[in-house]
Structure formats: C-alpha cells, structure tokens
C-alpha cells in the first residue's frame, strides 16, 4: 500500500512537472504546444505504474492536454499567429517599409531649379585696383609737377599701373584702353572747355572743378576755393567714400591765403559725401553714377567724381584727407 501510495505521488508529481512544462511552453511566443509533449508524458510514466496508476495518470494527462492535441491545423495557425510573428506578419512591415522606401523620393525636397539656386540680388564683385590702368593728366612741365609726382607714387602703391599725358595732349582717343582717369588740379582748364570729355565712357576722378563744370555737372566755373580752411563736413556718412568718418573732419594740417576746399555745385542727381562747413550747397565730395543725367540734360557715361584739393595740397593733407582721397578714388574705379 506504501509502495502504491509513492507510485501515485510519483504519478501526479510527474503530471504537474509535464503540465508545468505546458504551461511554460504554451506561454513562450516561440513555442507551440503539440499532442507529441503529451504523448512523451504518459510514456514516462507508465513503465512503472500499476493499471489503475496508470489509468488515472493517462486520465489526468489527457484532461489536461485535450485542448493542444485537439487543436486543429488551423487553430493551431491561429494561436501561433497571436503568439508569435508569422510570414504574413513578417510581410508587413516589409511591405510597409517597402511602401515607404517607394514613397520616399515622392517626398523627398524636389531639387532646386538652377534659377532659384541664384542669389535674387547678386552684388557685383569689388573691382581691384591691381593690375588696372590709370591715365593721369596734369601739366605739361618738364620735370612734372610734385603734386602729379606724389598722386602717381599714391596710385601705385594701390596697385595701379600709371601713364602720365599731358593736358594739350588730351584727346578721347588718347584715353582709350584705361580703367580709370585722374584730371590733376595741375590741369589747364582751357583743355577741359572744349568738352573732349563729353562722350569718353571711362570712369574718371576730377581734382579740377572746372572739368565738372564743362560737362553741366556743376554750375560754377570760376572761384571755386575757400581759403584759409582746412576741414569739410561729412553729411553722408553711410558712404563708403567717407570710411566711417562723419561730422566735421579736419582734412589739411594748417591754411593759408593761397589754398583751401574747392568745391562744385552739383545738380540734383549728384551723391553729395561732404561739403563746405556751414554751406550744403558747396559739394567737396560728390559724385554721379553712370547714367545718372546733369541739370543741362547730359548723361555721364561712366562714374564721375570730384575731389576738393587746391594745388600744392599732398604736403599738408591730414591722414583723414589721404583716406577719403583713397576711398573716392576706387570708388570711382567701380563704376556702378
């Protein structure tokens, strides 16, 4: 009976390991249940087992493990389907992902057209003085005048490449193939009259108001210097001309009766940078873009400025001076 009693304990230990197992296996997504598990239970236990052992422990089994071995192909597709990812569920991020990766370039940001690639406003790019052409006319004197020396030295060392001619020897085809032109305050005015300057198209600097007058960009040929002065007055200082300068500026170290700041009177489309202090009709610095046109009518042809030196004034010129000197010089020389 004790030996019985131990049998049945064995049994029944035997079936709750092997339903523990089921259990085990039914809830691991990875593993499905199958009548062979059932079939390898009752296997185990029944060598040992009397006939009623072994009919309550086949019985037990059986009732526990009806619902796998009854499971039809089917069902058993279905639970493997909820239990773990099958081919179809595999397939579906693949054709999702599929679907994505197809609609990827219909998303994706259409390419730039070559227009849009573009700056809407593009700036020129600066003109530098390297290299560039420079015609300087002044005076016709041998050995040439200081001031003529001095400007010629200043352009170089910018870069310039310099030619002097003399002022009887200006004529429009005598300027062709330079990028820029300087008019030095040691030009005679009488070669400027003539208006040989009307149709050249190359941006020039005048030091000499008269030049300006001659073209109907100022209204006043003689008498044009204030004497005994020696500052002007930014009223554009947002100008690149100006440099950062503003207010009144001291452009000579000292006066004299015989110098001072020449100025234009320019007409109403002119770009006024500095004037005589206490008169904004006196322009020292002022400029005329191309195609801007003069009160007479005249349309310039190239970028004309003026400069206000009297003769003599390399020597006394503050740094100040010799700035905005450099500045309207290749201001010019851009020719917007």
């Known amino acids: 009976m004790k030996r019985l009693l131990l049998l049945l304990i064995a049994v029944f230990m035997t079936i709750a390991m092997s339903a523990c197992s089921s259990s085990e296996k039914a809830a691991d997504p990875g593993v499905s249940t ?40 089917a069902a058993t597709v279905e639970a493997t389907k909820a239990a773990s990812p099958t081919a179809d569920a595999a397939k579906a991020p693949a054709a999702a992902s599929t679907a994505k990766a197809s609609e990827a370039p219909a998303q994706a940001p259409a390419a730039p057209t070559p ?15 390297q290299g560039k052409k420079v015609l300087l006319v002044g005076r016709d004197s041998e050995p040439l005048p200081a001031e003529d020396v001095a400007i010629a030295s200043r352009l170089k060392g910018m870069g310039f490449s310099v030619t002097h001619l003399a002022d009887r020897e200006l004529t429009a085809d005598a300027t062709k193939g330079f990028d820029l032109i300087y008019i030095s305050q040691t030009t005679n005015s009488k070669f400027l009259k003539t208006g040989v300057m009307k149709e050249v198209a190359i941006p020039t600097v005048y030091v000499k108001s008269h030049g300006m007058f001659y073209l109907g960009l100022s209204s006043q040929e003689e008498g044009t210097t204030v004497k005994k002065l020696k500052s002007i007055d930014i009223v554009d200082s947002k100008s690149k001309i100006a440099g950062g300068l503003s207010g009144t500026v001291e452009v000579y170290t000292e006066t004299g009766d015989n110098f001072g700041v020449s100025y234009g009177l320019p007409g109403k489309e002119a770009k006024v940078i500095a004037t005589v202090p206490g008169d904004k009709t006196k322009a020292a610095l002022y400029y005329y873009d191309k195609g801007a046109k003069g009160d007479n009518g005249y349309e310039v042809k190239a970028r004309l400025s003026y400069y206000y030196w009297s003769n003599g004034m390399q020597d006394t010129s503050t740094d100040a001076g010799w700035k905005l000197w450099d500045n309207i010089v290749l201001w010019t020389l851009q020719n917007g």
């Open 115 to 129: 227009a849009a690639s573009q700056p809407e406003a593009a700036q020129k790019a600066e003109v530098s003085p």
């Open 34 to 73: 199958t009548p062979a598990s059932t079939v390898t239970a009752t296997a185990t236990a029944t060598p040992s087992a009397t006939p009623t052992a072994t009919a309550k422990a086949s019985e037990s089994p059986a009732a526990s493990s009806t619902p796998a071995a009854s499971v039809t192909p």
